[in-house]
């Protein structure tokens, strides 16, 4: 059989960590590769809890019949009051489109704004699966220059005017890949200068409340005075991912865009996915729970910290300090390809990180590498820094 593929997927390659993944069967290993929650502060038993009172409701069999593509209605007013958190007001039911994961917020978002050869502007590095979609949709990623506190307005200017992009894609705080947080100054600066140049604004938000130190950040969407920025945020970093549970929040008229796209590519989210987390939330379970898993990852964080200090040739490696999320982002100072050592450092040091090239639309940058702490233990922390620390200095110095 020939497998005749569409362009469009074919010269598509597999996500690259999801490709390390198949590399890192050996149970020695020490991965910092992943993303992933830590596994032991997944909440099965409320869930299991809450499940069962479900089953046990009336409403039980409508939540396993078709839903509608909106989302469940409770979760949809219960998430429309949630988000003043992030400073998001006036928000009613009509600007709440449950989603399955924020991933599918990226996807719809691409879908129904990108024509073949459009171009995307992304903080460069961005996240991976990003550039992964967009490109299924045939758009042209552009990077905009990352500073300490987020990407540059003027560089982001420049290419606006430049490139007459379709979309801006941003992961505000604590940014996948280097944990970076953009500052409010920014966000309000990226909002006017958006809305004067017609640009619509993915505001990606999965990590936000996983802050385990300094000041909450107000969103981008929360300066959006013109209806071009769409906030998306999920709770697979808060409650459980395989659950699959996200939402957006957009002007009404996006959102019903963004609801016939999701008709088409899976109806709806599940029924007892939202009623779950709608029963989580209004239980009250949401903000103990949180406060419970930041505690886990301010220690493991500090652990990577103070490793990293301890075991880093630090004079050659700039790493960032992040406030919250799940990752730390190394950058040599020198001229060392992350990708070409990748297998030679897992090989001799049995430790996995993520080669920064893979998260750089277009350009070719590869003196980068991420680093996850939510996955390994903190001894796995100590050791697999000081290996990599040994690694690495053993290759400054030969050079
Ligand atoms: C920046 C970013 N956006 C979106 C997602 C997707 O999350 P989910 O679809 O589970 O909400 C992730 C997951 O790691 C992420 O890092």
Request: net charge neutral; aromatic share 10%; hydrophobic share 35%.
């Amino acid at each position: 059989m020939i497998y005749n593929y569409s362009d469009r997927v074919k010269n598509l390659k597999g996500n690259a960590i999801r490709e390390i993944f198949a590399l890192l069967k050996d149970p020695e290993l020490i991965s910092f590769a992943g993303g992933f929650p830590t596994l032991q502060t997944l909440p099965n038993k409320e869930i299991k809890e809450i499940t069962d009172c479900l089953m046990n409701s009336e409403e039980a069999l409508h939540i396993l019949q078709y839903g509608s593509t909106e989302g469940y209605t409770p979760l949809r007013n219960t998430v429309a009051s949630f988000v003043k958190r992030y400073g998001i007001e006036n928000v009613t039911e009509d600007n709440v489109l449950i989603v399955s994961g924020g991933q599918q917020t990226i996807d719809l978002t691409n879908k129904c704004f990108v024509n073949k050869g459009d171009t995307v502007l992304c903080e460069a590095p961005t996240y991976l699966a990003f550039l992964h979609i967009l490109k299924t949709y045939e758009g042209n990623a552009v990077g905009v220059k990352s500073e300490e506190d987020g990407i540059s307005i003027s560089d982001l200017e420049e290419k606006i005017v430049k490139c007459q992009p379709k979309l801006l894609y941003l992961v505000p705080t604590f940014s996948n890949p280097t944990g970076k947080t953009l500052s409010e100054k920014k966000r309000k600066a990226i909002a006017e200068l958006t809305a004067k140049y017609n640009v619509m604004v993915l505001e990606d938000d999965p990590y936000s409340e996983l802050r385990f130190s300094g000041e909450r950040v107000k969103s981008l969407k929360s300066f959006d005075k013109a209806g071009n920025v769409i906030f998306t945020a999920s709770f697979s970093k808060t409650i459980a991912p395989g659950l699959r549970c996200g939402y957006c929040i957009a002007d009404k008229e996006v959102i019903r865009k963004l609801t016939i796209g999701k008709q088409a590519t899976d109806v709806h989210t599940s029924s007892l996915s939202q009623a779950i987390i709608n029963e989580y939330l209004k239980k009250g379970l949401f903000e103990p729970h949180v406060e419970s898993i930041k505690k886990v990852y301010k220690e493991k964080k500090d652990a990577m910290a103070e490793a990293i200090k301890k075991y880093m040739p630090c004079d050659k490696i700039k790493f960032t300090d992040p406030e919250g999320g799940l990752f730390i982002w190394g950058e040599f100072s020198d001229n060392i390809d992350t990708d070409e050592i990748f297998k030679d450092v897992c090989l001799k040091t049995k430790v996995a990180y993520v080669a920064g090239s893979t998260f750089f639309p277009g350009e070719n940058v590869k003196n980068t590498f991420r680093l996850n702490y939510s996955n390994a233990t903190l001894q796995q922390i100590d050791e697999g820094i000081k290996k990599l620390g040994d690694y690495f200095k053993n290759l400054l110095g030969a050079k």
